[in-house]
């Protein structure tokens, strides 16, 4: 991978590429590499087909959560394992994770292979693009271990046998939400009977997991240093000048407002329609949660708890409708992006108004 990144760069550097041409490249050479990883018989129980390899690989890679196989009784932990890296490395973007690599490889960069980067990763300058790089590595696994602490102690322990199980299935499904990947080790998935009638703080903690990766690194790093500012403040009762003061930028506020919108309303449409439909005989906190759920994950992840071919037509309607909108540019999610709608609808409301 690291010879890989490095080569991709000179050569980038030598025919000036198009950053574009060069990610999409790096995504095929992963996804045949993750196949081949997925074809092992040491990553499944029984053997499975090339095609349905190259199918799960590509669905990993480009986080969409689909798969042909069940994948809670095929593969093995080391598979489980491979998944897991193909998802990461999709959910960050390929070129952002083995950017890192390369740059420790090749020992420094030219100008242009430092352009190349940034582009393609969130710096604000062109000499932070390494601890820019590694700042998003550690961020990413930084919430994905509160995440999976978080589904340890909410995911019912009836549903594993022994601990380790309970553990690979707390990581796998953090990293899984975070990264928008929708994919689960879990029978049924998510709408196992056991979690659903279980402790529903599970959920909510997937819901925090996948509205966090659909509203991109910016947001998220804006929100972590506002959050830092204020604490300090308060724990040390420190007075900041005003040149160090923390303020949300117009795109963190943007990304907030209009998905905080798309949420809210989305979960009261869903409980609306599906009251006494896919989630009737359920508890009103349970359906509360089960619509906020079903509001989040149609724009960033492949997860399911109840079953869309049950669903209204009004609810299908309203799940296309949030797919298409998706999550915010710089983010793990897909859609043409909260950003887009958001400053497409402030200038037809502008242009109306003037």
Excluded at 85 to 102: D, E, M, N, R
Aim: with cysteine.
């Amino acid at each position: 991978m690291v010879f890989l990144s490095a080569k991709a760069l000179d050569l980038a550097n030598s025919y000036r590429m198009n950053p574009s041409l060069i990610l999409a490249s790096s995504f095929i050479v992963v996804i045949f590499i993750g196949t081949f990883l997925l074809m092992l018989p040491k990553s499944t129980k029984e053997p499975i087909d090339l095609i349905d390899a190259f199918f799960i690989s590509t669905s990993a890679v480009c986080v969409t959560g689909l798969s042909p196989i069940d994948i809670s009784q095929i593969f093995t932990n080391f598979g489980l394992l491979v998944l897991s890296v193909l998802i990461q490395i999709g959910g960050l973007g390929l070129i952002a994770f083995t950017s890192v690599f390369a740059i420790f490889y090749a020992g420094s960069t030219s100008v242009y292979n430092q352009l190349l980067i940034r582009d393609m990763i969130y710096s604000k300058s062109m000499d932070a693009l390494l601890p820019t790089l590694l700042y998003i590595l550690g961020f990413t696994l930084s919430i994905e271990t509160i995440g999976a602490f978080l589904i340890y102690v909410t995911v019912p322990s009836s549903l594993f046998t022994t601990l380790s199980d309970k553990l690979i299935f707390s990581a796998f499904h953090s990293m899984s939400a975070f990264c928008n990947a929708g994919f689960s080790n879990l029978k049924d998935g998510l709408s196992n009977e056991v979690l659903l009638k279980g402790n529903q703080f599970f959920y909510l903690v997937i819901c925090a997991l996948m509205f966090l990766g659909s509203i991109g690194f910016p947001i998220l790093i804006n929100l972590k240093d506002k959050l830092f500012w204020k604490l300090k403040n308060q724990l040390f009762l420190s007075t900041e000048e005003q040149t160090n003061f923390i303020r949300f930028d117009l795109n963190t506020k943007l990304v907030l407002i209009t998905s905080s919108i798309l949420v809210a309303a989305g979960t009261v449409l869903f409980l609306i329609f599906e009251y006494d439909g896919t989630l009737k005989d359920m508890s009103f906190f349970t359906k509360i949660v089960q619509s906020l759920f079903n509001a989040i994950l149609p724009r960033t992840t492949g997860f399911a708890s109840v079953n869309p071919a049950d669903f209204q037509p009004s609810t299908i309607l309203l799940v296309c409708l949030l797919m298409w909108i998706g999550g915010s540019s710089q983010s793990m999610a897909g859609g043409v992006k909260v950003n887009t709608v958001a400053v497409l609808f402030l200038r037809n409301l502008c242009t109306k108004g003037g």
